[in-house]
């Protein structure tokens, strides 16, 4: 059968051949790199997104997206007075947790999507916002869910005061983590 082949078609099918070895390596490489950057960066957001869309690579290619979106908002700090306005606030809405519990972590919800307002996110539903904060605070992601799914809870009066409890916790951690002077 090598009587076919003269030596230097044999050296150019070899030279496809590792050709193609080297591309199909790097791309494993150049994904598998990308995959856990991705994941380091999103933490359990990344998970959700797989579990989500199905696969890591249209979950990846939305967490993408996310970055470029966020990107592209123009996201700012808070003036000082902002800042103490927003912590005026919350001391209130703590304050409320006392006697009225549901409506607090409702009050709470609402002061943490204004506090992302002022922060120049976009006003819009709960999972644009989470998805957005998720490039930012990866870490308050799940929080923010948990949080919000109480709040949405205890508007229908499912929620037991136990649970208000951590979402009150949940959001006071959103909420000190939003409220930060950012390092440039």
Sequence with gaps: MLDYFTNTQLIV???????AII???SYFFIRTTKTRGLRARFG???DRAVAVHGSS???EAKLADRETRVKS???RTLANTERERFVAEWKTVQAHFVDQPKSAVSEADVLISALLVALGYPKGGFEQSAADISVSYP???EEYRLAN???VRAGRADASTEELRTAMIQYRAIFDELVQVQKA
């Design 13 to 19: 099918a070899g030279a496809a051949l590792a050709i």
């Design 23 to 25: 591309a199909v390596v």
């Design 44 to 46: 359990p957001e990344y």
């Design 57 to 59: 690579r249209e979950a």
């Design 73 to 75: 908002l123009g996201l």
């Design 139 to 141: 870490s308050l992601t």
């Design 149 to 151: 799914a109480i709040a």
